[in-house]
């Protein structure tokens, strides 16, 4: 028997579809950046949808909508109004005292056999001390460097208002789009999709909402602790410690390290051995207790895919990416069961087979020889 060689036809069939796919990935290639904010914009979108409903009980839809959106903005102007000034202040005044710093060092060293012995052999002290002179006269390019972040701040901003602007619209004309997408699919899928649809909402929802409480939680514990301790900074750090905290899994150790690294230059080792046992025991609490309590409404994502989430949204979308992580990983893990679903209920229904239907009394079913007349009668 010979084989059959391929047609021409199919042969540029198959041609043509892997110069389609081709294209098309090189155009997504080439729109990454608006593919991302669109993104990003419909995750942000699904996040606020559950407080303008919430507000929509009180309120026309479009004011809840404008308050909702105040709201968010309010928060990173909160944020840069609590941690810019005093790192402005500090870091002046650190630049103009790094020369008497160095001059405490200097002294330091001397009292000292062992580390004067060091100093004499490397010089450290003496290349710290013309560092430190030379630090004030550089506030002038650390400005002009700053200058040069503020065009990438341009572009910071103008990507922001855009994604705002793009889940604004989501958020006003999402539900009826959703709506008419359930509409156009056949009788039997609607329900399911609907059905999802809804589960991703809930479980996006629940998992932003969860994790601002989370994170709120751990910046005012953190904020009341180094307020007692007596650490500089107490707010800085509070907020630092809030953001870090929404990251999953390493966050909430990221910026418990860099606290740290504060505490070693107010009391050391006192003050950090009691911020080290407090850390240790909040992130205790925090992953037994009040995340269980506040995300037990959001769909459970094993940890493993957690880490990889994190890992794929970090890589690709940097830190928003890694914010994302658990909500993307949460909507591909509700499709995936709701596409399981379905195949499991049409295997089902060919194992089965067609239904025999009885026929109704007084009707022959078919194939049955025709009643004579007069038989129903008798």
């Known amino acids: 028997m010979t084989r059959r060689e ?19 990935l090189y155009l997504i290639y080439l729109l990454r950046k608006p593919l991302s904010w669109v993104f990003i914009a419909g995750f942000l979108a699904i996040a606020l949808t559950g407080p303008v409903n919430f507000l929509s009980r009180w309120m026309p839809r479009k004011l809840a909508i404008t308050t909702t959106y105040l709201g968010l903005i309010a928060i990173p102007a909160a944020i840069i109004a609590i941690v810019v000034p005093p790192i402005v202040t500090e870091g002046t005044e650190l630049a103009q005292r790094a020369p008497q710093y160095a001059q405490d060092v200097q002294d330091y060293v001397n009292n000292n056999e062992r580390l004067k012995e060091l100093d004499e052999k490397y010089g450290i002290v003496s290349t710290l001390q013309e560092q430190a002179e030379k630090l004030p006269s550089r506030i002038g390019d650390a400005a002009s460097a700053l200058g040069d972040i503020g065009v990438g701040l341009v572009n910071s901003i103008f990507a922001t208002v855009t994604i705002l602007i793009l889940s604004i619209f989501l958020v006003a004309s999402g539900p009826g789009w959703t709506r008419r997408l359930i509409e156009l699919q056949p009788p039997e899928h609607r329900a399911r999709m609907e059905r999802a649809f809804q589960r991703i909402g809930r479980a996006v929802g629940a998992y932003v909402a969860g994790a601002a409480v989370q994170a709120t939680l751990a910046g005012i514990t953190t904020f009341i602790v180094l307020t007692i301790l007596g650490v500089p900074f107490a707010a800085p750090l509070a907020v630092l410690t809030a953001l870090a905290d929404l990251v999953p899994l390493v966050g909430a150790t990221i910026g418990a390290i860099l606290v740290g690294i504060v505490t070693l230059f107010q009391d050391f080792p006192t003050v950090t051995i009691i911020w080290i046992v407090w850390a240790i025991v909040y992130q205790q609490v925090e992953n037994s207790v009040i995340q269980p309590q506040i995300q037990k409404r959001a769909v459970d994502v094993h940890a493993f895919i957690v880490l990889v989430a994190v890992l794929f949204g970090s890589t690709l979308f940097g830190i928003i990416g890694a914010l994302l992580a658990i909500p993307v990983a949460a909507t591909i893990q509700i499709t995936v069961r709701e596409l399981l679903a379905y195949r499991r209920e ?28 007069g038989a129903a009668s008798s």
């Not at 036809?9 to 081709?22: A, D, K, S």
């Not at 078919?366 to 009643?371: H, N, S, V």
């Open 6 to 24: 391929p047609a021409a036809t199919t042969i540029l069939r198959v041609v043509l579809i892997i110069v389609g796919v081709i294209l098309c």
């Open 346 to 373: 049409i295997r089902e229904r060919m194992d089965s087979g067609p239904a025999i239907l009885e026929p109704p009394p007084g009707r022959p079913g078919p194939g049955a020889p025709p009643t004579p007349p």
